[in-house]
Structure formats: structure tokens, C-alpha cells
């Protein structure tokens, strides 16, 4: 047998790992420097690391307790209902709830181009289909309300990242409000805000008591130091929050990811030490990369080096993985994460001498 025609799906395509890359260079792990998921530098805050250490007592037990805290604290975090916020696992797991809860076969969603994969592969999984829009280079990614009006059509749910991944522009409150009152009533503006603790812009979840067509998805994998334990939620209005029970998957997050998203929500310090280094990060590679790069309010920036295939590889073999932006659709730039002092310069030194030596034989 086989499974269902998958022909028209796609695979994610991760950063590469630095146990992975080390093998395949006969490096030391240690001496790679891993600048290609957006993952947090400074790791997690010690305290969600000694709640998990606290959970590894419970892991026998299906988390519940853990589950209702972690609702209740960003429901009063948001300054939301219970109802109003699905915790999934990652910002990802809410995506598929937010396809369940909203995809009848075939319907159509919108994402923006370049732009990540997983809205679209989410779709496809439930059934849906795929309709592009835009963001230009030539604007420099501008995200405005009429470049997603201009290829709208109905669509049942609408993507918008902000900040974007991978060009790390944002999407200004007023375009958001703008987009809103131009989509239909039944169509869902998604905005996803997994970088949004490193930007200097509301969170569109302050438009959630006006909008009943509008979700916010936030994350715990970047500025919270958590990817490795996959927990994330969307913020959702409260007149259909009660789907939730009915699309999630049963105890959609572990016992220690819950506990160390609890944990990790009372260290303010923690992410406020994470967000002031990427922005630290960010300038640097600004001021000190010789090649064009883009303005950005996430942990990491999209430079444009002519071909990010042949700079992403030979910045790896002198070890230092970054992201090569051809899986985004974006063939001419990579996207470097913000890492420690030490780890962003060492990896703009890199890749400046990469760039002399691609230049000089190109
Ligand atoms: C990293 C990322 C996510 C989700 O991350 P999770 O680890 O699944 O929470 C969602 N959207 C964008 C744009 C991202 O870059």
C-alpha cells in the first residue's frame, strides 16, 4: 500500500545541527558555531532548566494541572479568557490547530512569499490548498495591507509574520487593523509573532476584543531559550476559543515544557538579557558585514551575498552554519542568527573573508 497522494507536499527544511555538520566535516562539535535556527545563544533561563529538572519526578502522569497553570498564566499575561488561548506543541502544533479548526477540504490559505514553509505544508496536511502573495525585494520586503489585498481572494486563512521570517521587516499595527477591515468576515488574519519579543512594535493580540477574525501565534523557541521542548500557543478571539478542546491533540504539551514555560515566563531578566544581545547582534552584522543586509526586529539578519548556496557552504567548512536562503526562495541571501558576542563576530569575520574569496574567483 501507499500512502495518500503526497505529491504536492513539501518537506521542512530545518538549519542544519551541529552534531550533524561536525560529522560530516570531521570537526570538533565544540569548535562549530550554529547560526542557522534562530535559537537562542544564552540557552534557556536556568530556571525552566530546573523546572524540567523538577518535572523528571511527574513524567509517568499525562500533564493536566501544568497544562490548566500555563492557560491561566498567559491568559492573565494577555489579559485574555482561558478560552483564548490554545497551547500547542510549538508555535508549529498551533498552526495545525488553527488549520483543524478552520480548513474544509480544499479551501485555500494565503502566505506570504518568501516566507516559512510550515503555513503552507499545515494546509496541505488538512486537506487545503496554497495561494502566494508577494513581499518584494526591491521594497525591501515591505509588509503592507494592500501587498497581501492585492492577491487576496477569499482565502480561509490569511498568514502574516511579523517580524517576517527570513527578512526580519515587521508589519506596522495600522496595516494589521488595515488588512483586518479588507479581508472577508470568514476569512482568519493569522499573525505570527515568534520573534516578537525582539521587536519594538505592539503584539497585535490588542486587537483581539475588536476582531473575531484574527489569531496571534507566540512561541517559547526563540526569546524564551525553549525549542528543544517544543511548547508555543495562538492567542485566539473568545467567540470560538471553545474550539480548542475539539481540535487539539489530547495533552498537546509535555509536563516539563509547561512547567519550564512557567518558569520561564517569571525570569524576565532572562529575556530581557536575550532580547538586548540580538539587538547588540543585529547591529554589529549591520555595521561590520561586507555585503548588503536588511533592516531587522527579530534575532537574526538576511544578507544579500549573490549566491547563499556557495556562501552558506563555505562558511560551514570553516565552521560556521548559517542559513542558506534558497529554501525560503530567496537563492541570493542568507540569514545569519544572532548569537553570542564572541559567536557574531567570529561568524562575520567568516564569512567577510568567504565573500573576499567567492568575490575574487567569481
Ligand atoms: C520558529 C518559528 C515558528 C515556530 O516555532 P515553534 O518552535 O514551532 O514554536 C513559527 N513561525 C516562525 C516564522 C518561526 O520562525
Redesign the pocket.
Known sequence: MQPRDLSAHTEYVPGRGIEEVARDLGLDPADLVKLSS?ENPHGASPAAIDAVRGAAEDISVYPKAAHTDLTARLAEKWDLGTEQVWVG???????DYLSRAMLDPEDPVLVPEP??S?YGMSARYHHGDVHAYELSKADGFAMTADAVLDAYDGERIVFV?SP??PTGATMAHEEIEALLSGVDDDSLVVV?E??GEFADVDSAAGLLDSSDNLAV?R????AYGL?GL???YALVPSAWGDAYAKVSTPFAASEAALRAALAALDDDEHVEKSVSSAEWAREHIHEHLDAPTFASEANFVLCEVGDGSAVAEAAQGEGVIIRDCTSFGLPGCVRISCGTEAETRRAVETLNEVLAELGATA
Do not use: V
Not at 219 to 222: A, C, D, G, L, Q
Open positions: 534562530n506543541p510549538g508555535a508549529d502544533g498551533a498552526i516566507g516559512f510550515y509574520t517576517h521570517n505570527d515568534a520573534y501565534l512561541t517559547f523557541s526563540k525549542a517544543r511548547i508555543g
